[in-house]
C-alpha cells in the first residue's frame, strides 16, 4: 500500500533553514508528483507547493516563492522541502501527500521556529 | 489566487442526524479536460488529513457511503448521511484545478 514516512521534529532559530524530507513507498516514484502542504497550530492547511520526481518541475506558491525549494533524490527515492529565512510564523506540521490531488498523506513533521 | 468558501465554520450535530457542508469558489473549478478536480479531506484530531472525495463525488478507498459529494461549476456540498462519533475533526474542501491548489477555511464537525 502506498505509505508515505517524512523525517523527525526540528526545532530551529529564528533566521535558519530547516530541510524535510518525505519518503514514499508502494508505487513507482517517478510516477506522482509530491505536494507539500503545512498547517499552523490551531489553523487550516495552506499549499505550499508541488514537484514531479519525475522531471523536476515545481509549481510553488507566490507567498512561498523564493523562500522554498522542492527536491528530489531519485536514488533513494526521497523527496525534499527547504524552508529558508525562517520566522516563529514558520511554525508548523508539513506534510507530503502524493500528487496534486493529495490522496495520500504522511504523518507529518513539526518544525518549531523560536529563539 | 482562487478563493474556497466553506460554511459552516462550526457544525454541532447529533449522532445519526444528516449533515451538510457547502464549498463556493471564486471561479469555476471545470478543467480543460473536462474534470472538475473538487476534493473533500477529513482531519481528526491529531491525526494527518485524509482524503474522502475527489473529483467532485467519488469516494476514496474505504470511505464509508454514508459520506457524498455532489456540485458542479463554483458550488459543492459534502453530505454525512448519519453522523457517528468517528466522524468528528475538521472538513476541507480543496481545489486542484488551478494553480495554486487553494484550500477551504474548514468545518469543525462536533457531537451536540
Known amino acids: 500500500q502506498v505509505q508515505l514516512v517524512q523525517s523527525g521534529a526540528e526545532v530551529k532559530k529564528p533566521g535558519a533553514s530547516v530541510k524535510v524530507s518525505c519518503k514514499p513507498s508502494?508505487?513507482?516514484?517517478?510516477?506522482?508528483?509530491i505536494s507539500w502542504v503545512r498547517q499552523a497550530p490551531g489553523q487550516g492547511l495552506e499549499w505550499m507547493g508541488w514537484?514531479?520526481?519525475?522531471?523536476?518541475?515545481?509549481n510553488y506558491a507566490q507567498r512561498f516563492q523564493g523562500r522554498v525549494t522542492m527536491t528530489t533524490d531519485t536514488s533513494t527515492s526521497t523527496v525534499y522541502m527547504e524552508l529558508r529565512s525562517l520566522s516563529s510564523d514558520d511554525t508548523a506540521v508539513y506534510y507530503c501527500a502524493t500528487s496534486g490531488q493529495l490522496d495520500y498523506w504522511g504523518q507529518g513533521t513539526l518544525v518549531t521556529v523560536s529563539s | 489566487d482562487l478563493v474556497m468558501t466553506q460554511s459552516p465554520l462550526s457544525l454541532p450535530v447529533t449522532l445519526g442526524q444528516p449533515v451538510s457542508i457547502s464549498c463556493r469558489s471564486s471561479?469555476?473549478?471545470?478543467?480543460?479536460?473536462?474534470?472538475?478536480?473538487l476534493n473533500w479531506f477529513q482531519q481528526r484530531p491529531g491525526q494527518s488529513p485524509r482524503r474522502l472525495i475527489y473529483?467532485?463525488?467519488n469516494r476514496d478507498s474505504g470511505v464509508p457511503d454514508r459520506f457524498s459529494g455532489s456540485g458542479s461549476g463554483t458550488d459543492f456540498t459534502l453530505k454525512i448521511s448519519r453522523v457517528e462519533a468517528e466522524d468528528v475533526g475538521v472538513y476541507y474542501c480543496m481545489q486542484a484545478t488551478h494553480w495554486p491548489r487553494t484550500f477551504g477555511q474548514g468545518t469543525k464537525l462536533e457531537i451536540k
Open positions: 508502494g508505487y513507482s516514484f517517478t510516477s506522482y508528483g
Open positions: 473529483k467532485v463525488s
Open positions: 514537484i514531479s520526481p519525475y522531471d523536476g518541475n515545481t
Open positions: 471561479q469555476s473549478l471545470v478543467y480543460s479536460d473536462g474534470d472538475t478536480y
